[in-house]
């Protein structure tokens, strides 16, 4: 079926379609209507879930932490500030292998006050174990959201996951959505079979004192579990594929096969990039895209091409843009621009302008500071 | 997978009756067997028997069982060196 909804609604429609038993969600600015869907679905009987309305985002997380406790598939959705009141949670959802999903609407973080597309929100919760995963449309959305269940319960990664994407650019924005029935979700998402949960019949302690060495195995687990993810995203994304016919991987590849340049971005950014690249081609410019789904793990395996020209929706303030320095330990030549933060359009036309700045060996802030 | 989780042992930290400064007395004869105490005491310390019995090799002396005690039945006094 063809759903036309904003990504908010499609990202609510794909949550309940997932049947998670419990969601917790504060509601107030900068919440997007994710949540107030969903309480509408509850409000109407359309489900079987506890929806739990808290008193702030840390609690949503936390309210999320204890239901997945107890063996249940969980679900909760955010945006800047409200993700960035998570952070510890995070820390502690990621830690104790809880695979809850998360959808995270990018908007720049105060002050001043924006509501705007940004990605800062969600790159500066890299480090907290949550797979990160970003939309370009709403049809990824959808299937993201579903995907990341999959993925996070797999035995072999047991991790949070996060879907993300942009503040208005999709948030807000109709698009056409093919909306599998339920049935066929429910054959492709099998019940929640949790790692561990908590049984008044088999009492355990969890997140009891933890001395050094184990504390280290802990880490080093959540790792290795990052590093299956890969192998277990891609083999998600090929059985979607199979069964819905949107195949999906680590990365998007456009038009990269004999590309001399490639531009690497991700989210909204990427969409608008395959227009940029579909007009240089014309032009016989041999350029390629390569739009980053997955930011955790780190697809550097991927990301194999002698020069890529890296767009930035986010900055890390002493560093730079955060893509680019990431794939800096890359064998290939690195050309990092920093675009479009609270907001600012980028469309085609300048993603056009990136590329022939950065054929000239220039990169930096676009459009004020590029050398 | 591994995650910080442990199953209940009896002493997993040791005998942590070395840590208590207070300790509680119970005056039997004032004591209703509500079991408050037995509910309330965070380490399990204290065993249902006739009347309650505080395990002495892991009391920490928290003094929540007095404190919960409706009936001031137990008292908390200083720790003799």
């Known amino acids: ?371 | 997978m591994k995650t910080a989780i442990s199953l209940p042992t009896k002493g997993a930290m040791g005998k942590t009756g070395t840590w208590r400064v207070f300790r509680p007395t119970i005056d039997l004869e004032k004591c209703i067997k509500c079991w408050r105490c037995w509910i309330f005491c965070p380490d399990a310390a204290i065993a249902r028997n006739e009347y309650p019995v505080i395990d002495y090799d892991y009391c920490k002396g928290c003094g929540i069982c007095a404190n919960e005690c409706p009936v001031n039945a137990i008292e908390m006094g200083r720790e003799e060196k």
């Open chain 1, 1 to 371: 079926m063809i759903v036309i909804d904003t990504a908010n609604h499609i990202a609510a429609l794909a949550a309940k379609m997932a049947r998670p038993k419990v969601a917790a969600a504060y509601p107030i600015t900068p919440q997007t209507t994710i949540v107030e869907r969903l309480a509408q679905y509850v409000e109407q009987a359309d489900v079987d879930m506890e929806y739990i309305r808290v008193e702030s985002e840390h609690s949503a997380m936390t309210a999320c932490i204890g239901a997945a406790a107890t063996g249940v598939r969980t679900f909760t959705a955010t945006a800047s500030h409200g993700l960035l009141l998570m952070h510890e949670m995070l820390h502690w959802a990621g830690l104790a292998r809880l695979p809850i999903v998360m959808v995270n609407v990018n908007r720049a973080i105060g002050p001043g006050w924006n509501i705007w597309s940004d990605l800062n929100d969600a790159m500066s919760q890299r480090d907290t174990g949550w797979i990160q995963f970003y939309a370009s449309s709403n049809q990824e959305v959808f299937d993201g959201v579903i995907q990341a269940y999959k993925i996070a319960e797999h035995h072999d990664v047991l991790l949070p996951a996060m879907v993300s994407y942009d503040g208005f650019i999709l948030s807000h924005t109709s698009m056409p959505v093919d909306v599998p029935d339920q049935k066929e979700i429910d054959a492709f998402l099998p019940e929640f079979k949790p790692g561990w949960r908590i049984d008044v019949e088999n009492p355990i302690t969890h997140g009891n004192i933890v001395p050094p060495e184990p504390y280290m195995e802990i880490r080093y687990s959540m790792q290795r579990a990052m590093e299956k993810a890969k192998r277990v995203i891609e083999e998600v994304g090929k059985e979607y594929g199979e069964r819905f016919g949107r195949y999906y991987g680590l990365v998007e590849e456009y038009r990269c096969d004999d590309a001399d340049y490639v531009i690497v971005t991700m989210a909204a950014l990427a969409a608008e990039a395959h227009f940029a690249v579909d007009r240089l081609r014309e032009r016989g410019e041999k350029v390629g895209l390569v739009n980053l789904r997955t930011f955790r793990p780190f697809p550097y395996e991927k990301l194999n091409y002698d020069h890529m020209i890296v767009i930035d929706r986010d900055i890390s303030p002493g560093l730079g843009g955060v893509l680019a320095h990431e794939m800096k330990a890359l064998p290939g030549e690195v050309y990092g621009f920093v675009a479009g933060l609270g907001g600012v359009d980028v469309t085609y036309k300048d993603i056009e302008r990136i590329y022939a700045l950065a054929r000239e060996g220039k990169q930096g802030w676009y459009p004020t500071e590029v050398k």
